[in-house]
């Protein structure tokens, strides 16, 4: 019987083990290659003779650049394309695209507008799909997050993570992965736009420590992590409404004086400067905002590794000099 793919979709559907597997492979296939030029492959090349689809409904740098670059350094190789040049932008059943794709390429990574589509590509897909963003979540995002707090502050598992304004797709992923590996999640926004009810709900059945709040002083009050994302996001139509409620919200340097004095401070890009973070913070010697860009390519290729069923148990293979 032919296995079921392994899809990076929904990271509150995945195991807390496999999150934790492919964090710690991250580290290890990012330390290992210290040094080495960006082109060149790890020595164990694991998805060579693999090719990823990437597919965008959105615009895309990180997302793009980072994908692309961790498969060239998993030894495989990319096909793009914009979802508006595909016949799927002309009306093609998503389930027909996931059944031909399937028998073109090793797995499929999609920047969706709807995640509903994101899930219907997966249940007729026979290859791993890859969630590269959605309405829903942005768990590519979450791991590299993850990774870069591991990297300043030590095991993400009892630190305290402060999300500060919209309780957006990027603030559902802390939700979805807060019980699977243990952080405590506080969570400042406003009333109107808080997080997705549902995901706080199934975090605390999961006896997840997640905390919501009006008051981004409470929520950032000792936390080793302060973490914020743009006020208004592609396809949001009330861009004076969200700065308005959202103006309360900014990171600055008097908020930041809040957290931990070890704190870091992330944001996922792009920055509206002078919006939800001042400059002095971003550009500041707490901010990791460049290792976090950086560490989507890390965690991304631990996320294909996993995706491709590639035994994370065991540590990548060592620098080769």
């Given at each position: 019987?032919?296995?079921?793919p392994?899809?990076?979709?929904?990271?509150?559907?995945?195991?807390?083990?496999?999150?934790?597997?492919?964090l710690?492979?991250?580290?290890?296939?990012?330390?290992?290659?210290d040094?080495?030029?960006?082109?060149?492959?790890?020595?164990?090349?694991p998805?060579?003779?693999?090719t990823?689809?990437?597919?965008?409904?959105?615009h895309s740098?990180?997302?793009?650049?980072?994908?692309?670059?961790?498969?060239?350094?998993?030894?495989?190789s990319?096909?793009?394309s914009?979802?508006?040049?595909?016949?799927?932008g002309r009306?093609?059943?998503?389930?027909?695209?996931?059944?031909?794709?399937?028998?073109?390429?090793?797995?499929?990574?999609?920047?969706?507008?709807?995640?509903?589509?994101?899930?219907?590509?997966?249940?007729?897909?026979?290859?791993?799909?890859?969630?590269?963003?959605s309405?829903?979540?942005?768990?590519?995002?979450?791991?590299?997050?993850?990774?870069?707090?591991?990297?300043?502050?030590?095991?993400?598992?009892?630190?305290?993570?402060?999300?500060?304004?919209?309780?957006?797709?990027m603030?559902?992923?802390?939700?979805?992965?807060a019980?699977?590996?243990?952080?405590?999640?506080?969570?400042?926004s406003?009333?109107?736009?808080?997080?997705d009810?549902?995901?706080?709900?199934?975090?605390?059945?999961q006896?997840?420590?997640?905390a919501?709040?009006?008051?981004?002083?409470?929520?950032?009050a000792?936390?080793?992590a302060?973490?914020?994302?743009?006020?208004?996001?592609?396809?949001?139509?009330?861009?004076?409404?969200?700065?308005?409620?959202?103006?309360?919200?900014?990171?600055?340097?008097?908020?930041?004086?809040?957290?931990?004095?070890?704190?870091?401070?992330?944001?996922?890009?792009?920055?509206?400067r002078?919006?939800?973070?001042?400059?002095?913070?971003?550009?500041?010697?707490?901010s990791?905002?460049?290792?976090?860009?950086?560490?989507?390519?890390?965690?991304?290729?631990?996320?294909?590794?996993w995706?491709?069923?590639?035994?994370?148990?065991?540590?990548?293979?060592?620098?080769?000099?």
């Amino acid at each position: 019987m032919t296995q079921s793919p392994r899809h990076f979709v929904d990271l509150w559907k995945l195991e807390a083990a496999d999150l934790r597997a492919i964090l710690d492979d991250a580290r290890a296939r990012k330390a290992a290659r210290d040094g080495w030029p960006m082109g060149r492959p790890d020595a164990d090349k694991p998805a060579e003779h693999r090719t990823l689809a990437m597919i965008f409904e959105k615009h895309s740098t990180r997302t793009r650049f980072s994908f692309d670059a961790a498969m060239r350094q998993l030894g495989g190789s990319v096909i793009i394309s914009n979802a508006s040049d595909m016949q799927l932008g002309r009306g093609e059943p998503i389930e027909d695209t996931a059944r031909v794709l399937s028998r073109m390429v090793d797995a499929i990574m999609v920047r969706a507008n709807i995640h509903e589509d994101l899930e219907r590509l997966a249940m007729n897909a026979a290859v791993p799909v890859i969630n590269g963003l959605s309405d829903k979540g942005h768990p590519c995002q979450l791991m590299a997050d993850l990774l870069t707090i591991e990297e300043h502050c030590g095991p993400v598992a009892g630190k305290t993570l402060a999300w500060v304004g919209d309780g957006n797709n990027m603030c559902a992923s802390f939700i979805h992965a807060a019980p699977k590996l243990g952080y405590r999640l506080n969570i400042a926004s406003p009333a109107v736009y808080h997080p997705d009810l549902v995901d706080l709900a199934r975090a605390a059945e999961q006896q997840g420590m997640v905390a919501t709040t009006h008051d981004p002083r409470e929520a950032v009050a000792g936390a080793h992590a302060v973490i914020t994302d743009t006020w208004v996001s592609m396809g949001d139509t009330d861009h004076d409404e969200r700065l308005e409620a959202l103006e309360p919200y900014q990171v600055d340097e008097e908020l930041m004086e809040l957290a931990d004095p070890r704190a870091i401070f992330l944001h996922c890009l792009p920055a509206h400067r002078g919006e939800e973070v001042t400059d002095e913070v971003i550009d500041g010697p707490q901010s990791v905002v460049w290792d976090e860009a950086e560490n989507r390519i890390h965690a991304q290729k631990s996320i294909l590794a996993w995706c491709f069923g590639i035994d994370l148990t065991h540590p990548p293979v060592g620098r080769e000099i």
